[in-house]
């Protein structure tokens, strides 16, 4: 809450906003007027009087100290001793006093409920109540304050207990709210870490193949090193894009698009390529496709960059198993880098990937090469062949 308020179980922060809270609580104390009238009308004498203004002072500040501290961790044995020298103080001063002071124990009934946790609070909230009713019993016509004192004291005693489970699950809700946002902030940073690996990856390897073929072919063929940094410049600013949308969120991988940039990196390193015609993929979730399309991409990145393979097979199935279709994509390469000692961060992301859509990654050593084997939910997808 903004400016001077405090929001429920939000504790004042400024001084302003502690007055605030203290005027509002304050207002309660208006039925303490009995005592005072008692003490400025009741005809007792000048120590009666001094010792009744301190104990009064003394109640409220306790009192108050303990409405303050409604939602925090308490030592529950410091509020119960708190309670304990109120309720004595409160029983002190009506056998001294007389009946006026029978009010203190609604004050007593209520700091229970605030400062007490629902299973305390069912019993010490009666206690005071019973307390107050055997002293109205005792001290000169106090029974006819039993009605107006018993009922306000029972009823308010257990609306503060509804308002500090109120109080701590407003807390809790705000921690809970907050951590929400990180974990969102978390998983944003996650996914564009991915998304920036898998699009820089991709594009800066064929980048670095396509500068070397143009390297090569100068200057014996410069027209064909032209054509070259053509694709290089190509690359360069579709990267630029892919990279923009990957921050903006918008960006979801196609297969198809994969399928053909694979075609081009794999043609460019000088790798037999042989890879499934364009896929029908009515009725295959967009998350799935997105997610099978950036194993693609990771796969062929690393079948470029990492394996020294001289072919590599791609095939895309579609799969009838207990639960339910699947489609199913696989890369094989020939070469010996393979993916090195463990899964890096490619592999890692890629997983998490294919995790969030319902998918599975394998990725294994093979006799001549690595296999890479990614599957997803396929919906109502008709079926999907591998052509050679």
Same mark, same amino acid.
């Given at each position: 809450?903004?400016?001077?308020?405090?929001?429920?179980?939000?504790?004042?922060?400024?001084?302003?906003?502690?007055?605030?809270?203290?005027?509002?609580?304050?207002?309660?104390?208006?039925?303490?007027?009995?005592?005072?009238?008692?003490?400025?009308?009741?005809?007792?004498?000048? +120590?009666?009087?001094?010792?009744?203004?301190?104990?009064?002072? *003394?109640?409220?500040?306790?009192?108050?100290?303990?409405?303050?501290?409604?939602?925090?961790?308490?030592?529950?044995?410091?509020?119960?001793?708190?309670? &304990?020298?109120?309720?004595?103080?409160?029983?002190?001063?009506?056998?001294?006093?007389?009946?006026?002071?029978?009010?203190?124990?609604?004050?007593?009934?209520?700091?229970?409920?605030?400062?007490?946790?629902?299973?305390?609070?069912?019993?010490?909230?009666?206690?005071?109540?019973?307390?107050?009713?055997?002293?109205?019993?005792?001290?000169?016509?106090?029974?006819?304050? #039993?009605?107006?004192?018993?009922?306000?004291?029972?009823?308010?005693?257990?609306?503060?207990?509804?308002?500090?489970?109120?109080?701590?699950?407003? #807390?809790?809700?705000?921690?809970?709210?907050?951590?929400? &946002?990180?974990?969102? +902030?978390?998983?944003?940073?996650?996914?564009?870490?991915?998304?920036?690996?898998?699009?820089?990856?991709?594009?800066?390897?064929?980048?670095?193949?396509?500068?070397?073929?143009? *390297?090569?072919?100068?200057?014996?063929?410069?027209?064909?090193?032209?054509?070259?940094?053509?694709?290089?410049?190509?690359?360069?600013?579709?990267?630029?894009?892919?990279?923009?949308?990957?921050?903006?969120?918008?960006?979801?991988?196609?297969?198809?698009?994969?399928?053909?940039?694979?075609?081009?990196?794999?043609?460019?390193?000088?790798?037999?390529?042989?890879?499934?015609?364009?896929?029908?993929?009515?009725?295959?979730?967009?998350?799935?496709?997105? +997610?099978?399309?950036?194993?693609?991409?990771?796969?062929?990145?690393?079948?470029?960059?990492?394996?020294?393979?001289?072919?590599?097979?791609?095939?895309?199935?579609?799969?009838?198993?207990?639960?339910?279709?699947?489609?199913?994509?696989?890369?094989?390469?020939?070469?010996?880098?393979?993916?090195?000692?463990?899964?890096?961060?490619?592999?890692?992301?890629?997983?998490?990937?294919?995790?969030?859509?319902?998918?599975?990654?394998?990725?294994?050593?093979?006799?001549?090469?690595?296999?890479?084997?990614?599957?997803?939910?396929?919906?109502?997808?008709?079926?999907?062949?591998?052509?050679?």
């Amino acid at each position: 809450m903004s400016g001077t308020g405090v929001g429920i179980g939000q504790r004042p922060e400024t001084r302003r906003q502690m007055m605030v809270k203290m005027l509002w609580t304050g207002i309660w104390l208006v039925y303490l007027s009995a005592p005072v009238s008692d003490l400025l009308h009741g005809g007792h004498g000048v +120590a009666a009087v001094v010792l009744g203004w301190l104990g009064l002072a *003394g109640f409220v500040a306790w009192y108050l100290a303990l409405l303050f501290r409604t939602g925090r961790r308490n030592a529950q044995e410091f509020v119960l001793a708190s309670l &304990a020298v109120l309720s004595a103080e409160s029983a002190l001063l009506v056998l001294t006093l007389g009946r006026e002071w029978l009010v203190l124990f609604v004050y007593v009934s209520i700091a229970s409920g605030a400062a007490l946790p629902p299973r305390l609070a069912r019993w010490t909230v009666p206690a005071a109540s019973a307390l107050m009713a055997g002293l109205a019993l005792v001290v000169a016509d106090g029974t006819e304050y #039993i009605g107006g004192l018993l009922i306000p004291a029972l009823l308010g005693g257990f609306a503060m207990t509804g308002v500090r489970e109120l109080i701590r699950t407003t #807390i809790e809700l705000r921690e809970a709210r907050a951590r929400v &946002a990180q974990l969102a +902030a978390n998983e944003e940073r996650l996914r564009l870490a991915r998304d920036l690996h898998d699009l820089l990856g991709h594009s800066l390897s064929l980048i670095t193949l396509k500068s070397e073929l143009a *390297g090569r072919m100068l200057p014996a063929h410069p027209e064909k090193a032209a054509q070259q940094v053509a694709d290089i410049e190509q690359v360069s600013r579709q990267a630029l894009v892919d990279v923009r949308e990957a921050v903006s969120g918008y960006r979801r991988a196609r297969l198809a698009a994969e399928l053909a940039g694979a075609q081009v990196a794999l043609a460019a390193a000088g790798v037999t390529a042989t890879l499934p015609a364009e896929p029908d993929l009515t009725g295959v979730p967009e998350e799935s496709e997105s +997610a099978l399309a950036w194993a693609l991409r990771e796969a062929v990145t690393n079948v470029v960059r990492h394996s020294g393979a001289r072919g590599c097979t791609v095939e895309l199935l579609h799969r009838q198993t207990l639960d339910g279709p699947r489609l199913e994509l696989t890369v094989e390469d020939d070469g010996s880098g393979g993916a090195g000692d463990g899964p890096g961060n490619g592999l890692t992301g890629l997983t998490e990937r294919l995790e969030k859509a319902g998918g599975t990654l394998e990725a294994t050593g093979t006799r001549h090469g690595f296999r890479l084997v990614a599957r997803v939910p396929a919906g109502s997808a008709a079926d999907i062949g591998s052509v050679s």
